[in-house]
């Protein structure tokens, strides 16, 4: 099963009508979203008529039936320590929210959708960059 997972930025730029994920979202027999990436986007909108309007889109791609809500738990935190422990081991550290993002793409088997570089500092992580 082809599983996606996109970081926070890609969520937004997709609702924003940015379509360069469009055919890895589109053939992605699952896609997953984290904890930190709701939280992210919940906390980036405002109360605004435009953030409510993307915050309307940002619940039906939730409720869309290829999307699942995955939780952190104890094997996504050890993941997360693993990833943590060796980012501080090179000296290249990345945002710790960016961290629980991949620590869920490992223990879920998906690869990480970004347009954020720094997720190549992360052996073994499948990731699709693409340019911003």
Known sequence: MRSVLPDTSVIIDFL???RTFEKELSTAERIIVTPS?????MAGI??????????SAFDA??????????VHDHETANYYASIYRYLKGHGAMIPLGDIWIAASA?????????????????????????QK
């Open 46 to 55: 405002s109360s605004a008529k435009r953030d409510r309007a993307k915050q």
């Open 106 to 130: 490992m223990q879920h088997g998906a690869t990480i959708l970004t347009k954020d570089h720094h997720y190549s500092s992360i052996p073994v992580l499948p990731i699709i960059l693409k």
């Open 61 to 70: 791609l939730i409720d869309n039936p290829s999307v699942e809500v995955v």
């Open 37 to 41: 990436v709701i939280a992210e986007f």
């Open 16 to 18: 924003d009508g940015d």
